[in-house]
């Protein structure tokens, strides 16, 4: 048997991984390679000039006004809808109570004749 051999797997594995505190770090990469990667995670410098500032001028009071003018277009243009439609609404009214008062005393007259004639008839 072998004199090292201390009959635990555990103490087999911190011998063989002893070893592998002792070896060097990872080389750290080139500088042409941390150069790249910097390259990649930041912005380059040519479009960062390339592009325009942009215009952030604008305040919510603004937006809002603009939101509000349509808004009150449409407002404007629905109580206008409903003053034409109220007005047509009236009009018809109108029209069909003439209707009903001429309906009315034609069914007067009616019976008024009817009445004539019944008496008429048996006189």
């Known amino acids: 048997m072998d004199p090292n ?3 635990s797997r555990h103490s087999n594995y911190a011998q063989q991984t002893q ?3 002792a070896l060097p770090a990872q080389p750290k990469a080139t500088t042409t390679e941390s150069k790249r990667e910097e390259e990649r995670r ?3 410098k040519l479009l960062a000039s390339d592009i325009p500032d942009a215009d952030l001028s604008v305040d919510f009071s603004s937006i809002m006004g603009e939101a509000e003018e349509a808004e009150k277009a449409q407002i ?3 109580k206008s809808n409903l003053l034409k439609l109220n007005e047509e ?5 109108q029209k069909l109570k003439a209707m009903n008062d001429r309906l009315e005393a034609a069914e007067r007259k009616r019976a008024q004749l009817q009445g ?3 008496k008429g008839g048996n006189s």
Request: charged fraction near 35%; avoid cysteine.
């Open 76 to 78: 404007e243009k629905r």
């Open 19 to 21: 070893h592998l505190s």
């Open 42 to 44: 930041s912005p380059s």
């Open 89 to 93: 609404n009236e009009e018809l009214r």
């Open 116 to 118: 004539q004639d019944q």
């Open 5 to 7: 051999y201390t009959g």
